[in-house]
């Protein structure tokens, strides 16, 4: 009765489906770990894909800024300047078509840059044959400009300056100011910056293939900062028909002296600058270090942070 009891209905199933377990177990060839593996390799991957760049020479820091809302699907067109149009006054009309962006709002991330933003929220970027950007927080705005040829880019930007980078997210165009169409040539000639010293001339653009050649806009910093305002400055540019990679294109950024190679296009902070002025210069170059052709492709220029001098 007792060996019985011992071995009831219920204990016997219990003890049949762990024998067949064991069994089935054994003849898969027991635990395995290779999804084990798969995940931890695939977890690394994903760590070394969000490891930011970073360098410091000098006192001087570079790094890549963290990640922000990308905005995949913001479009921007400009509908006015028409390209290649000819306005005769000097005030110009822009408007702008704008799709699954919101001007006027701010970045949902903003506290996590660290670096000046703008109480307006989100807005345009317009730059003018590269000189410092203009921030436009509606989509139509007047401008006055000088008689003259206008290259123009304009991208939207997150509130804190941060430009998006995606294919719909910029529109580049050209017009002229004042000056009648049958003395607007084709090509145009001014001086290439990186030979202002020598004196060369060389040609400044050729305005058939503006829209086709690769450039390089500088957008960020730009003017003066409170010292106690930004604990860094944002180094951010504008690609257009090229990017950069490691065995490819890059950006060699010259601050106060130091050169910095960014083989990424993203943006940057800066942090290490003192009270004073500080130079900036950017440079397009290929995957030999020489500078890539272009009327836009090299930039210097001047930012000053103000706030007491270090005692």
């Known amino acids: 009765m007792h060996i019985f009891a011992a071995y009831s209905k219920p204990s016997i199933m219990k003890n049949s489906f762990l024998i067949l377990f064991s069994i089935i177990l054994?003849?898969?060839?027991?635990?395995?770990?290779?999804?084990?593996?798969?995940?931890?390799?695939?977890?690394?991957?994903?760590?070394?894909?969000?490891?930011?760049?970073?360098?410091?020479?000098?006192?001087?820091k570079v790094t890549e800024a963290k990640p922000s809302p990308e905005f995949t699907s913001a479009k921007l067109k400009m509908n006015e300047p028409e390209l290649a149009c000819y306005k005769q006054e000097k005030s110009v009309k822009f408007s702008y078509g704008i799709e699954n962006y919101d001007l006027g709002l701010q970045t949902q991330n903003v506290d996590d840059q660290h670096c000046a933003n703008s109480t307006k929220g989100q807005h345009i970027h317009l730059i003018l044959n590269n000189n410092p950007y203009t921030a436009h927080y509606e989509n139509e705005f007047e401008a006055e400009l000088v008689d003259g040829f206008?290259?123009?880019?304009?991208?939207?930007?997150?509130?804190?300056?941060?430009?998006?980078?995606?294919?719909?997210?910029?529109?580049?165009?050209?017009?002229?100011?004042?000056?009648?169409?049958d003395i607007d040539p084709d090509t145009i000639y001014g001086m290439d910056p990186r030979t202002?010293?020598?004196?060369?001339?060389?040609?400044?653009?050729?305005?058939?293939?503006?829209?086709?050649?690769?450039?390089?806009?500088y957008s960020r910093p730009k003017g003066k900062y409170d010292a106690e305002d930004c604990e860094s400055l944002m180094l951010d540019f504008y690609l257009v028909n090229t990017t950069l990679s490691e065995d490819g294109n890059k950006v060699k950024a010259t601050i106060d002296g130091e050169e910095f190679i960014l083989p990424k296009w993203c943006p940057y902070s800066i942090e290490g600058l003192g009270?004073?002025?500080?130079?900036?210069?950017?440079?397009?170059?290929?995957?030999?270090?020489?500078?890539?052709?272009?009327?836009?492709?090299?930039?210097?220029?001047?930012?000053t942070i103000e706030g007491p001098a270090a005692t």
């Open 150 to 181: 206008y290259v123009a880019l304009s991208f939207v930007s997150r509130s804190y300056h941060e430009s998006i980078k995606n294919s719909d997210a910029y529109h580049l165009s050209y017009f002229t100011v004042g000056m009648p169409p």
């Open 275 to 303: 009270v004073g002025e500080h130079t900036i210069d950017l440079d397009l170059i290929d995957k030999d270090g020489q500078p890539v052709s272009g009327p836009f492709n090299f930039t210097k220029r001047t930012i």
């Open 196 to 217: 202002l010293e020598a004196g060369e001339d060389k040609v400044w653009l050729v305005k058939s293939k503006l829209l086709t050649q690769e450039h390089m806009f």
């Open 26 to 60: 054994y003849s898969c060839g027991g635990p395995t770990t290779t999804d084990t593996t798969d995940a931890n390799e695939d977890t690394k991957e994903v760590a070394q894909e969000t490891t930011l760049l970073s360098w410091e020479k000098n006192g001087i």
